[in-house]
């Protein structure tokens, strides 16, 4: 792994080198709008555009979400990167290679200590596994050959308080690596660490670039939490990650037909030891968004595949509740449910690769899915039944966007309820034009500030944003230095950093500050519509004025205060008279 930080000047050079525009409408249909692009946004299941591309700034502004940025920032938020994985993106865009300060002697990226302790750990569960015997007769007894745990790497955490600890000495840092990797915990009162994992076989979870991010362990023992997971870190997110993607997709140089979704490690190892490689599992954790956006990554079909029971009905349904907003186009969803008694671990072992790529092949599809479940909460032997189930459609429809799918269920509507189209139109659309205008004006809410002048800070910081070249007429700051106003110490900044930079755009200054209190402010004030027609040069060096007329008062009338306590020194003095001959001025 390439070691060192990634300096701040190459970031600030790769934003200068990539058009935001284009690797934002690489992923999202835009039109232009002004001076401006504008589309419906990757991150919610909105009807009416509220999604901002700025060439000028070089940022996005996604009204509907409240997520706004740079280059980098969508990358983050669109593809779930990392930001060095976003560099990584945008650098081969540019053509250009990512430099690393001080190279593997320097200072490592922040991430690079965690990952290379999780590298650390897989290593030495693995090896722990041959020299004990139980955990390979676990293994054997539920079925899996080597191959297969090599596939996976799969390993054995001993039943010991510091094994793992004992590979990470104090020094250089390493044991906090560890600690920030979840891998370690700290004794209560700070007096050392002990393993997190014990007496469990281990799965690692792998990133989709094959780099260990977490692990989970299941007991060998009559533990009460039969599976253990890493806990929440910077790299590991168990609504963000699926185990066995990494391995899926290395199992075919072609796109994948489709993905079954499972709930279990196991599950996932003894298919693929079944022949059947493209399946992942949710890590102890309900389907997300995310999970979706990451499947459809891979595929054009998802398989979600469930225990026939009512608990496996319900997990069914919460993840056709998310399923909704991302099932577009040709992407498509299936739901599998299996025999009593199964799961699809023990089925497959039961029955065969064959017949379980059959049940597979006959999973249903989410309309029918969707209907099924609808249709058992009405009569439809009465009209008041029928009546009711547009109503009980609608919210899901609504998520829907508008294709073939919907038009497939609306069709299927009509039969069911013997309604006319127009009348069912009517009841589906009932509450949705209310909705969508509801949505609109907080959209446009969002977009509205104060009249201009009645925050000069704000409003000079968002001239600047939208003109850097605006700094360059910027006068009198040492005065306006002076006033004690909120938020002035980011503007006078942002003026020098354009002054000394200037060919810089908003998103290189604001990448400067990302993940700081400042950095978010920029973004709140970027995303901020000036509201002004007019010169900006005029209303930049307006709000310049305004603020110095501020400090000329504010410094005046403290020499005032000081003058009732004691007599003013002779610059003092002159000073005074100086500040109030420029305010009668």
């Known amino acids: 792994m390439a070691g060192g930080r990634i300096p701040d000047s190459f970031i600030h050079d790769l ?7 284009e690797v934002v409408g690489s992923r999202v249909e835009l039109k232009r709008a002004g001076r401006e692009y504008k589309g419906l946004s990757p991150f919610t299941n909105e009807k009416s555009p509220s999604f901002f591309v700025n060439p000028a700034k070089q940022m996005f502004f996604d009204f509907s979400s409240g997520k706004n940025g740079t280059a980098i920032t969508f990358l983050m938020e669109n593809d779930r990167l990392s930001f060095v994985e976003a560099v990584e993106e945008l650098a081969k865009r540019a053509g250009v290679e990512v430099p690393r300060e001080g190279g593997n002697e320097g200072p490592r990226l922040v991430l690079d200590g965690p990952l290379d302790a999780l590298a650390v750990a897989e290593k030495f569960y693995r090896s722990q596994l041959k020299t004990h ?6 293994l054997k007894r539920r079925g899996l050959d080597g191959e297969t745990a090599k596939l996976f790497n799969i390993g054995y955490a001993p039943e010991s308080w510091d094994a793992l600890t004992r590979q990470f000495p104090e020094a250089d840092g390493q044991r ?15 007096g050392g660490a002990y393993d997190r994992f014990r007496n469990r076989v281990m799965f690692p979870i792998r990133d989709t670039r094959g780099r260990t991010i977490g692990f989970g362990g299941r007991t060998l023992a009559n533990d009460p939490a039969k599976y253990l997971n890493s806990p929440e870190t910077p790299l590991f997110h168990k609504g963000r990650n699926l185990f066995g993607l990494f391995e899926a997709k290395q199992s075919t140089k072609a796109e994948l037909p489709y993905l079954l979704v499972v709930e279990g490690y196991m599950d ?7 022949g059947i490689r493209n399946a992942v599992a949710t890590l102890g954790t309900a389907t997300t968004r995310e999970h979706l956006t990451l499947l459809f990554k891979s595929t054009r079909r998802a398989v979600f595949c469930f225990d026939g029971d009512r608990a496996g009905r319900s997990a069914a349904w919460r993840a056709l509740e998310q399923a909704l907003p991302e099932v577009f186009d040709d992407r498509e969803c299936r739901f599998m449910f299996l025999p009593d008694g199964h799961d699809p671990d023990s089925l497959v072992q039961e029955i065969g690769e064959a017949a379980f790529r059959a049940l597979i092949d006959n999973a249903q599809p989410l309309s029918d899915f969707l209907l099924d479940e609808l249709l058992k909460q009405v009569n439809l032997a009465t009209r008041e039944g029928r009546a009711r189930l547009p109503g009980l459609a609608r919210p899901h429809l609504e998520k829907l966007r508008d294709g073939a799918l919907r038009t497939l269920i609306i069709d299927r ?7 006319q189209r127009g009348d069912l139109e009517a009841a589906l659309s009932a509450g949705g034009k209310a909705a969508a205008a509801r949505a609109t004006d907080n959209a446009e809410r969002g977009r509205r500030v104060e009249s201009p002048g009645s925050k000069p800070v704000r409003i000079a910081l968002q001239l600047l944003l939208e003109d850097p070249g605006l ?15 909120p938020g002035l110490d980011i503007l006078l900044d942002s003026i020098e950093f354009f002054s000394e930079n200037p060919d810089a755009n908003a998103a290189q200054w604001l990448e400067m500050h990302r993940g700081t209190a400042r950095g978010a402010a920029l973004g709140r004030i970027s995303a901020m519509p000036l509201g002004i027609n007019g010169d900006l040069d005029a209303e930049f060096l307006d709000c310049l004025s305004l ?10 009338q403290a020499l005032l205060d000081l003058a009732r306590e004691r007599e003013l020194e002779p610059a003092e003095q002159a000073e005074l008279m100086a500040l109030m001959r420029e305010r009668s001025n």
């Open 268 to 274: 996932v190892v003894m298919l693929a030891q079944h």
């Open 547 to 556: 603020l110095r007329k501020r400090a000329v008062r504010e410094r005046q």
């Open 471 to 485: 700094a360059a007429r910027a006068e009198h700051l040492g005065q306006i230095a002076m006033l004690n106003q």
């Open 15 to 21: 934003l200068s080198r990539i058009d935001i525009v």
């Open 176 to 190: 906090q690596h560890a600690l920030d990797a979840g891998l370690l915990i700290e004794r209560d009162g700070g």
């Open 413 to 419: 509507l009509l039969t069911i309820t013997r309604m």
């Open 133 to 138: 015997p139980p955990a390979i007769d676990y």
